[in-house]
């Protein structure tokens, strides 16, 4: 945001007219119109505050602009009605001085908005606290409540105020809002009954009828629609940008915040409704005898109502609108109204209802804001009169006369309190005073006011006077005094120079206000300054059950009857207007002066001519011209040399001494010719804008002069700081760099030296140790050549100690120890053949002996061992040996019998009686005895048989009886068949030719296989007188079965065939022994 230190920077036009140059009234409009096509409404006229109406809602009133135009000089800134707030406020709180703000302008031009600004302004910077907030929104929310009862459209303005108004708000020492107190002055009541053209009735009406509830309005008897109602004008009824039912509620919430009850909120909209219902009473004519017409109520729905809604008599209002008592000296009398006279009396009472119910409602508002501490206050008065007003077409009637008394006097306060204050300003400071010509307007406020002959004081004579007393009357009576006043006008006077006038018509005078002159119609001044209520009527209202409404009719009290008339409108006017005046006399004035830029109420639009005219009669420019007296501008000292010291050299950039000299030198140095300044005490004062803008001029061009240098000496700055810190980071990163490329260096030469120096005692240390190898080496050479040498001598020596075959001995010796120890070693061996074990071989030289040793010692053992044995024992194992030497690895019978020991008779054919016979028969002794199974060459089947063998022959016997079936000896038989397997047969062949061939060979089988065939064979040897006898064993082999040749076959068979081999005969030849797989 951009920083403002003056109002003279960036100025649209200028921002105080004070500075315009040249100075008149086209220059002035044009100033105008150019600051309002930028949106710059607000312009100075030194403290004054001109204010243009923009039509339109400006984004410059947010909480950001109060923010910055708070506690800041009034020059500092750009003109604003805020600035002009501030500083009230704080003259109000800081120095202790009440303070008035004076707003004026014509209808429309802006004055409540004004005050509006300022009170929200004061609302916002003042102090906040729970109870403070209380106030200050109550104080603003009063506004709404006045405006909905005494503000209406009119023609010029929307929301115009038809009454005056002043309020004083209270602040304690430190500028807390304490409360208020609200004057109200002359609302304009004839409103209420009639309005002029395109005008509306006060707001409230409207906002009732569209913003009630139903059930409200039910309550209040009223009717939504504004056409039932003859007080409402109904062509300009809707209000663009208006709407009223949101108003009516606005206006209840206020009426809640000020702290209206509800009762009462309620009685307010009943006098309202009663208003409303007045104004449709209608009267009718009824003749009467005496030839008057007497008037009557029309239509009695209505009256009963409103009779209803206040709760009073019907029969006591009907009759107060057909008679009028008339008392005088102490005698009553009753007469009777005629149709008009009702309507008038109708009207006075709705306009005497409304304006009272308005009063009560600014007193009750001051009950709810007023201080409640008693303790001293400031003061703030914020006045908002309605505006200079003027009719076109002479419609200017009594309402508008004393509106513009009113503004009258305000414009005579400001010239007075203008023209005192620039005077008082120039005495403070200290400068000759020269005196201005201005229009004063005093002379058209003694016209009208003035006690003796003033149009006012004439106005009530006439009123006060017995007899009849019409407006005509009292226009006369005006011609003939004030026909010489310059400020007065009209037609009717004989030496008038208006007789030819004819824009002025007969029953009109004309005033030339400060503003303008303006053409009043006479008619109707009497009865308005009288403002009659006849007393039947306060009497009838007085009766009323509705609280309210007694209240705001106490002359009705018959108690109370007071004879004395009450006092003229006027003359209240003028007392209310007087006590005003002197109540801001007494005050620090401050003005807004609105100005409205069009007649058609809308934005962007400057009409010169509208403008120029409220230029005039403000009188604006004079008021410039007065504030330039002598001295456009002034400055205090301090301010002035902060903003020019940079225009010389001394006060640059700082002056030491008092502000004063600085200025002096100051304005000495830029050659600024003496008349064009004069030096107050606190200021300096210059004669001429065209000086300041000069000083403005060089300020700016040196101000550029400043700039370039602060850039010059900042970017100097920048560049400098910036080389420094690269220079400094240059270094840093060069130091860096060197340290890390000598730590590099530094690595490689401590690696390469340790390289080195690794390689040196490398090979010191190998040098060492080859000469320590060479040393030790020669230290041996020495001892083994020393021993030697030794040995040789001693041996040379003692070679004649020793025997010749010393040696041999201690060989012997030795050796014998050797075999002593060898020997010793051998006795852990054990005497059983069967043992393997023997020790293994202590020296190498011993190996053939070691060999031999263990043979000889074996065959020892077994000599031994075999002789203990017996003869019988030693027959077996001879005969065991020579079953060994047939059979073995041959048949697969033969390892089951080594275990079986040869018993040879198993049939202990001997002991058995059984055998007795067949024992007797045998010659020999029988060496084996066993029973046998007889091989049938038929069917394969054995039959059992006993088989007896002797030294000569072997014998077949029955088993049963022992008979011998066959005994065969043993030269006969040839050869004898096995198998290899594990069976028992064997087929005994008989030599071909003998005796016992005849029956051909035996075919048997025993378990005793192998002992049978040994002993067979055993005899063979042992007989010297036969031949061996062939043992043959193949699993094949021929059978001679008497003539013929059977082949026996041995199969290995399945386990199926049991554990003992069977014997089957395939065909004649052939026999087959399946033999069961080991
Ligand atoms: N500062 C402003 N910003 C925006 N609109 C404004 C401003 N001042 C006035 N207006 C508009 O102009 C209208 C008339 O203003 P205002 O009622 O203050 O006039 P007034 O001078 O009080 O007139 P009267 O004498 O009739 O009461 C307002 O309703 C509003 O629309
Ligand atoms: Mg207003």
Redesign the pocket.
Known sequence: MEVKTSLLDNMIGVGDMVLLEPLNEDSFIMNLRNRFDHNE?YTYIGSVVI?M??????PIYTPQKVEEYRNRNFYELSPHIYALADEAYRSLRDQDKDQCILIT?E????????SK?VMSYVAAVCGKGQEVNKVKEQLLQSNPVLEAFGNAK?M??????RFGKYMDIEFDFKGDPLGGVISNYLLEKSRVCKQPRGERNFHIFYQLLSGASDDTLVKLKLDRDFSKYNYLSLDSANVNGLDDAASFRTVRNAMQIVGFMEAEVQSVLELVAAVLKLGNIEFKPESRVNGFDESRVKDKNDLKEMCELLGIEQSVLERAFSYRTVEAKMEKMSTTLNVAQAYYARDALAKNLYSRLFSWLVTRINESIKAQAKTRHKVMGVL?I??FEIFEEGDNSFEQFIINYCNEKLQQIFIELTLREEQEEYIREDIEWTNIEYFNNAVICDLIENNQNGILAMLDEECLRPGTVTDDTFLDKLNTICAEHQHFESRLNKNSKFLTDHSLPHSCFRIQHYAGKVLYRVEGFVDKNNDLLYRDLSQAMYKATHSLMRQLFPEGNPAKVNLKRPPTAGFQFKASVGVLMKNLQTKNPNYIR?IKPNDKKVAHIFTDSLVCHQVRYLGLVENVRVRRAGYAFRQPYESCLERYKMLCKKTWPHWRGPARDGVEVLLTDCSVPTEEFAYGRSKIFIRNPRTLFTLEERRRACLEDLATLIQKIYRGWKSRTHFLLLKKSQVVVAAWYRRYAQQNKYQKIKSATLVMQSFIRGWKARNILRQLKYEKRCKEAVTTIAAYWHGTQVRREYRKFFRANAGKKIYDFTIQRIMQKYFLGLKTTTMSPMDNSWPAKPYGFLEGAHTQLRRIFHLWRCKKYRGQFTEEKKAVYEEKLEASEIFKDKKALYPSSVSQPFKGDYLEIQKNPKYQKLNSAMEEKVLLADLVNKINRANGKGSPRLFLLTKSNFVLADQKTGQVKASVPLPDLASVSVSTQSDGFFALKLKEGSASASKGDFLLSSEHLIEIITKLHRIGTTAADRDQINIDISDEFLVQFKQDKVCVKFIQGGPKNGNSAACKRKNNRLLEVSVPSP
């Open positions: 409404i204010s109406n923009p039509y339109r809602s400006l302008g209808s429309g031009a802006g004055k409540t908005e004004a600004l009119t010029r303005n929307d929301n115009s105020s908002d309605y505006g609105c």
